[in-house]
């Protein structure tokens, strides 16, 4: 039989190895397994835009031109309607198969809200190491999956899956949004405040849990709460600019927004809100390299303000999040403001920490 114990689980059928930690089948874990930053946009660099033509029925609204959280699709048949769609999967993050599924389901449908949309069907994408790890491992992580979707109100179909030799998983998911009240990174604007709709330190918290096992039960909560009320609330209250927090780390995606929107960024750190523990997990080095890559990339496109302790300020606004909350360009009722948009000074955008 197959049993699951705080991140363990034994196998004691015949011929079948026990099986130890989740995440110890990952090279890492999470949003931090992305490809960094600036290797992706050099991949992607040649590769058609939103102004590309396509023959067919519908008009490409969103696509890779600023490197959105999805792509946004209208068409005759819907006027005034648009189709959002994306894809997200990664490596265990924690140890718990069920708790791996509901996260990363949460992280997939999170790129729907960030484009103010809502989530209508999704598909599983899963790859898994089956002669190491049981199905029955697997089946929890699905389950994880459909409970989110449930929660969500969004339909979960099926899916396609692969043997692979490390377990990977996540959802492709197609959304709704109305095109007159989208939000995209693009359409940021000087002088709006910027609000962040849930704590950071996931990062450095899930590094912790992959190198010592220790459970952060307050990461798991924020990395399984929905981005739906924020998303509804920022529609709500007028904005016209988001994206989520999630591999490239506060600094990252806020960099992405203002490069795209012609404008420049301030964030102000000591209004930044992190999880319990993060400081700590930072203190004691727990460090992901994704993070660290986050950092370089903006960092010529940095102003630092602070003084003692920079450095480690630095990351943990870098630190790649998992299943983030949204960075919204307006105020969002319960949210910090974290900073605001001002004019472009330069040639390029740039962010100032202070």
Not at 156 to 185: C, F, I, Q, W
Not at 235 to 255: N, P, Q, W
Request: aromatic content about 4%.
């Amino acid at each position: 039989m197959t049993t699951t114990t705080q991140g363990t689980t034994t196998d004691d059928r015949p011929g079948r190895q026990q099986v130890g930690r989740l995440t110890s089948y990952a090279h890492g874990g999470g949003c931090a397994c992305k490809i960094p930053p600036g290797e992706l946009e050099a991949v992607l660099a040649g590769l058609p835009g939103r102004g590309a033509a396509v023959e067919g029925p519908g008009t490409l609204v969103v696509g890779l031109d600023d490197g959105d959280d999805a792509a946004v699709v209208t068409s005759a048949a819907t006027p005034g309607t648009g189709v959002v769609v994306t894809a997200d999967f990664f490596t265990p993050v924690v140890d718990d198969p069920y708790d791996w599924g509901r996260i990363a389901a949460t992280n997939a449908l999170s790129d729907v809200y960030a484009m103010g949309g809502t989530p209508l069907v999704a598909v599983n994408l899963l790859c898994w190491p089956r002669d190491l790890l049981p199905m029955e491992v697997a089946a929890e992580v699905l389950r994880g999956g459909a409970d989110v979707g449930r929660l969500a109100g969004c339909h979960v179909a099926g899916g396609h899956s692969v043997d692979d030799p490390e377990p990977k998983y996540g959802m492709a998911v197609t959304g709704l949004v109305d095109v007159d009240r989208l939000l995209r990174n693009d359409s940021g604007v000087a002088g709006v405040p910027l609000s962040l709709t849930k704590p950071l330190g996931v990062g450095v918290l899930n590094s912790r849990h992959k190198q010592t096992g220790e459970v952060f039960d307050q990461a798991v909560e924020a990395m399984t709460t929905l981005n739906a009320d924020a998303s509804r609330a920022a529609v709500a209250a007028g904005a016209r600019a988001a994206t989520d927090v999630t591999g490239f780390g506060l600094l990252g995606h806020l960099y992405k927004m203002a490069r795209a929107s012609g404008v420049d960024a301030v964030v102000d750190a000591a209004a930044v809100p992190y999880l319990d523990g993060a400081r700590e997990a930072l203190r004691d080095g727990f460090v992901s390299g994704g993070t660290r890559r986050n950092l370089d990339w903006v960092r010529p496109h940095l102003i630092c303000d602070l003084g003692d302790g920079a450095e480690d300020e630095l990351l943990l606004l870098a630190d790649a999040q998992t299943s983030g909350g949204l960075l919204v360009a307006g105020e969002v009722p319960g949210a910090p403001v974290v900073g605001e948009l001002v004019p472009r000074r330069g040639a390029g955008a740039r962010v100032t920490v202070r």
